[in-house]
Structure formats: structure tokens, C-alpha cells
């Protein structure tokens, strides 16, 4: 069985590059808290819109799917779930909301990961979720002509519990130890847990919940705020070629971790300037904005096309009929243009004409 040991990062020559990115997530992150720390009541808006793209990012990229409305529902507990897809949605909701209040007292330990997959999968009526998988795993890829092919065989079944066990251990002995920074670790942790595949379903998302958690852990909360899941899901592609370059020698120690490090990273990032955006937009100095100077704001910012629901979106600190009052005021003084009917209707800015 591969040994799990992470001191050896502490050696490693990372490229100027992907030290300039943890540099820059590390001033990110003082500017969030000191955000954090005035306390806008405008967040608590963000946190509700991340738990919706989270959850309906992470379950979309395992093409696990509802409608809008229904997904919206299920996250505000205002239904139950129809059917397998929908009992998903609902388990990653209910882990997504345990990191988001517990996740001091969630320790990195293979007994609360299996805990934690329990509850994924429990109200999807899954017997073996909590359970480590009992059959052969493997991670296949499948070609343009439509055949496929095995790209690489997780560690056996009888295996997997004393692998997760090491993972963790070896994990929790690196982050006491502080000679390896935090968003160097977590990648590396998350690429190990992935090549050790250790449930017959969930891999996936577990693997985005747990980066929450050790982020979180760690203090970089931004995903509490902004959909990290939302930003892999546009990256889909990219995401599974850096996971596919990262395990290949795993099993023989020999990987290498540093195309997954520098995509996290980057991900990580791009949350964090999202984060500033909205910040900007709902007036963080004091200074009370109103819901027109909030969306001219957004549309001067803008390029391109963008439709109302964009607007609503993107302006969390006001609501749905205000924005599009915005909108309409925007239109009437000439600084937009409505184009298109019903839900085909969009906006553009007129100086792009």
C-alpha cells in the first residue's frame, strides 16, 4: 500500500508562479476577514446563493440533475425529494450545511468522513453509504469513437480502510507541524482520498466537500460565500486533465501533484476576486448604495449580453423587483438596451454598439 507522508512537500521547489498564487490568496483572505468582521447584513444573501450553485454544481458535474425551481425548493427545505436524483441533491445539502456550521468540531479522521458520506447519501435510501466500497473500483475514461478504457485502478477494497486511516493521520501530523502551507496540502489530501476511490458511489462529491471543510478548517471560508463547486463546474474539462496528470505513478509514489495544486489555487482565487465584486456591490465602506447605483454598477462592469435573472443574481444585497426596476430606469435613460421577448429577453449596454 502507497505511504502517505507529506513531509517531503516541505523540500519541494514550487514555481515562482504557484507561490505568486498563495501569496495572493493569503492577502485574499485578510481583506475577507476584515469584510467578515463589519459584518454586512448583505452577505447572509451570498451564503444563501453559494449553497444553491454548490449544490447544484457538484451534483451536475456527476450529471446528477432537477429543474431550477425544484432545486431551489429542495435547498430551502420546501419539499421532499421525487426521486434518486433529487435524494442526492438533498445529501449534499445537508453535508454542504454540517461543514458550514460545524466544521470546528469536524475532525480530519476516517470515522467522520464515512459519517459524513452516510449522510450524503441517506436520503437518497443508499444502504452503503457510511460503508467503505466492497467491490473494485476504477476510474475509466471513455473516447471519441465511443469506446472506453480503464485510466486507473484504485487501491482494493480490503485495503481502503487502513489507507483512509493513514491519509488522514498523515494529514492532521502535516497541518500540526505548520511547515507546509494549508493551501499547498489541501490539493495534495484531496488527489490521495480521490486515487484511493474509497466508496462504490459519491467519490466525487465527497471529495468537494471535504476541500470545503479543510479550507474552511484552515480559514479560508470564502467558499462559504462563493460556489467553489460553481467555479470547478466551469473548469469541468480542465479539472478532470489536471486530476488524470496528477495520478499518474501514484501507486508508485512518483506523482505529481502540481498541475491540481496550481488549478486549485486558481480556482480558489477566482472565488476570492468574485468575492471582492459582490463586496464592491453591496457598498462594504458604509456608504449605502441604492438598488440603481448596485445594478449600474454591475452593467458598467459588464461585457456583453446579460438577462435580468443575471442581475438578480449577481446583486444579492437587493431583491428581484428592485434590480429589475434598476433595469427598467438603466433602459429608459438610455444606458441599455432591452432586446428579445418574454424569456428570451436580454440586456446590452449602448456604447457597445
Given amino acids: 500500500m502507497r505511504n502517505f507522508d507529506y513531509s517531503k512537500l ?39 446563493i453559494a449553497k444553491i450553485q454548490s449544490t447544484e454544481s457538484s451534483n ?9 425551481t425544484r432545486m431551489k425548493q429542495l435547498i430551502a427545505e420546501k419539499t421532499t425529494p421525487r426521486n434518486r436524483n433529487e435524494g442526492e441533491i438533498v445529501g449534499y445539502r445537508d453535508v454542504l450545511n454540517i461543514i458550514h456550521e460545524n466544521y470546528e468540531q469536524i475532525p480530519i479522521r476516517s470515522s467522520y468522513i464515512l459519517q459524513l458520506h452516510r449522510d450524503l447519501l441517506r436520503p437518497a435510501g443508499l444502504s452503503y453509504g457510511g460503508s467503505y466500497k466492497n467491490t473494485q473500483n476504477y476510474i475509466n475514461e471513455t473516447m471519441p ?10 487501491i482494493a477494497p480490503y485495503e481502503t480502510p487502513a489507507a483512509m486511516d493513514a491519509l488522514c493521520t498523515a494529514y492532521e501530523q502535516a497541518i500540526a507541524k505548520e511547515n507546509i502551507d494549508a493551501l499547498i496540502l489541501i490539493p495534495c489530501f484531496i ?20 476541500t470545503l471543510l479543510l479550507l474552511y478548517k484552515s480559514g479560508y ?21 489536471v486530476l488524470q496528470d496528477a495520478d499518474i505513478g501514484w501507486h508508485d509514489e512518483i506523482n505529481d501533484p502540481t498541475p491540481f495544486i496550481h488549478y486549485m489555487l486558481s480556482i480558489i482565487l477566482a472565488c476570492y476576486k468574485e468575492f471582492e465584486e459582490h463586496v464592491q456591490l453591496v457598498g462594504i465602506s458604509g456608504i449605502s448604495s441604492t438598488a440603481y447605483d448596485i445594478v449600474k454598477k454591475y452593467v458598467e462592469d459588464k461585457i456583453g449580453r446579460f438577462t435580468g435573472a443575471e442581475v438578480v443574481a449577481n446583486c444579492p444585497s437587493i431583491g428581484r423587483s428592485s434590480a429589475l426596476s434598476a433595469l427598467k ?18 440586456y446590452i449596454k449602448t456604447d457597445s454598439i
Wanted: charged letters at 30%.
Fill in 221 to 241: 471560508s470564502v467558499g462559504k460565500y462563493i460556489s467553489i463547486e460553481k467555479q470547478i463546474e466551469k473548469t469541468k474539462d480542465h479539472y478532470y486533465d
Fill in 145 to 154: 469513437d465511443g469506446t472506453s478504457f480503464t485510466r486507473f485502478t484504485p
Fill in 329 to 346: 430606469k438603466l433602459t429608459d435613460e438610455g444606458l441599455i438596451l432591452r432586446q428579445g421577448i418574454g424569456r428570451s429577453t436580454f
Fill in 10 to 48: 516541505s523540500n519541494c521547489r514550487w514555481s515562482t508562479e504557484l507561490l505568486n498564487l498563495v501569496a495572493k490568496i493569503h492577502e485574499c483572505k485578510g481583506r475577507q476577514d476584515m469584510f467578515i468582521r463589519q459584518k454586512p447584513i448583505e452577505l447572509d444573501r451570498l451564503i444563501e
Fill in 60 to 68: 451536475r458535474i456527476e450529471g446528477i440533475v432537477t429543474t431550477g
Fill in 191 to 210: 488527489i490521495d482520498f480521490l486515487c484511493i476511490h474509497p466508496f462504490n458511489d459519491g467519490n466525487g462529491r465527497m471529495s468537494r466537500l471535504l
